[in-house]
């Protein structure tokens, strides 16, 4: 079976990617090192292709309302050009896919799902949308998503011949605006998720890698790189991010990796998962915790955690820390085990490798 091809599938070939099946997509899994883009994107900026996310439009004069029935979220209060990160809850409270969604007028949001649940998504917000007077369209394929991230993202945006955006300097975070490049209209959004300042810019397919080029160029002298998934993981990572398919899956419920806040339950009416939110998970349900590590050799995903000889938990996501310089990971573990500062050992092939509960994130832009 081909993969998809991203409509800067020729931009990124030619600056050396290494690609990846990601979700049925050909994506840049790393153009250098991965070292060196996550380095870039903390000290002056990282530029991703994410064209494989998928984007869904929900329109018409009840969409607020059927927002809030199909999502965790409360959508209804957002003003033109607020984004929000929500929930799509199966009706058990189990994580059906995290999203980000933006209000860009009274009755159109723009849902922004992973790749791997574009189907999915599409097809519950659909069926949760059903009888209500709005429309639900799949536009994954008529988009592509640029993102900039890092401390010299809006400099490089600033100085990107042909993009016209009002307000640039005054985006707040988790808001949006319009933007025009070229002679075609986009949206240029603040959601990023590599801990970074950042600017994600939504635009028609054709348009994209004119775009491409000309952010490249416009940063070329103050460090920006082109950067690939491997990266981005380890960002998301640091910055202490869950990741569907990871720490977010069907089984997994709000409660249990800390995102109760983006369910407000008191101020919403009924919702789909409202029932299990409120029952919460089992008793004994695994919570995720931060885990630091000293040396180099960090637990990967899959890898069990010991307290003595009994197994409490396993991780779900590890790496050896680019800009700390020593082993972070995300874990679930059992619920008495969650306190900071909790010695446990992780089984790393056979070997007893010491770890710490820890606070997330593990990096912060604001104490750097």
Request: overall charge negative; some cysteine; hydrophobic content about 45%.
């Amino acid at each position: 079976m081909s993969l998809v091809l991203s409509p800067l599938d020729d931009r990124l070939e030619a600056a050396g990617a290494r690609f990846t099946d990601f979700a049925g997509w050909r994506m840049p899994l790393r153009f250098t090192s991965e070292l060196a883009e996550h380095k870039a994107v903390r000290e002056a900026a990282g530029v991703f292709d994410l064209s494989h996310m998928a984007e869904i439009l929900v329109t018409g004069p009840h969409a607020a309302a059927a927002m809030d029935h199909a999502l965790a979220g409360l959508f209804s209060p957002l003003v033109d050009g607020q984004a929000r990160y929500s929930l799509l809850l199966a009706p058990d409270g189990g994580i059906l896919d995290d999203l980000i969604v933006y209000r860009t007028a009274p009755d159109r949001f723009l849902v922004v799902a992973n790749a791997a649940n574009r189907e999915l998504v599409r097809e519950e917000l659909r069926a949760r949308c059903h009888g209500a007077d709005c429309e639900v369209d799949d536009v994954t394929d008529e988009l592509a998503l640029v993102a900039v991230q890092g401390p010299r993202s809006r400099e490089i945006l600033e100085r990107t011949a042909d993009l016209e955006v009002d307000g640039l300097d005054t985006l707040r975070y988790y808001r949006a605006l319009p933007m025009r490049f070229a002679g075609s209209d986009g949206l240029v959004a603040r959601t990023g998720y590599t801990g970074e300042d950042g600017f994600e810019l939504y635009l028609e397919a054709s348009a994209a890698p004119a775009l491409w080029d000309a952010v490249l160029a416009a940063g070329a002298d103050l460090g920006a790189v082109p950067a690939g998934l491997a990266a981005r993981d380890t960002l998301r990572l640091e910055a202490g991010m869950p990741l569907y398919g990871n720490e977010l899956t069907a089984t997994v419920h709000p409660a249990q990796v800390g995102l109760s806040r983006s369910v407000p339950v008191a101020r919403k009416g009924e919702f789909v998962g409202r029932e299990a939110v409120l029952t919460g998970p089992p008793a004994g349900a695994r919570q995720l915790v931060g885990l630091v590590g000293e040396g180099r050799r960090a637990p990967r995903a899959g890898t069990p955690l010991l307290d003595g000889d009994t197994i409490v938990g396993e991780v779900t996501s590890g790496a050896l820390s680019p800009t700390l310089g020593h082993p972070v990971a995300l874990a679930f573990v059992d619920p008495a085990l969650t306190d900071p500062g909790l010695p446990l050992e992780a089984d790393v092939r056979g070997t007893r490798v010491p770890v710490t509960v820890s606070t997330l994130p593990f990096y912060s832009r604001k104490e750097s």
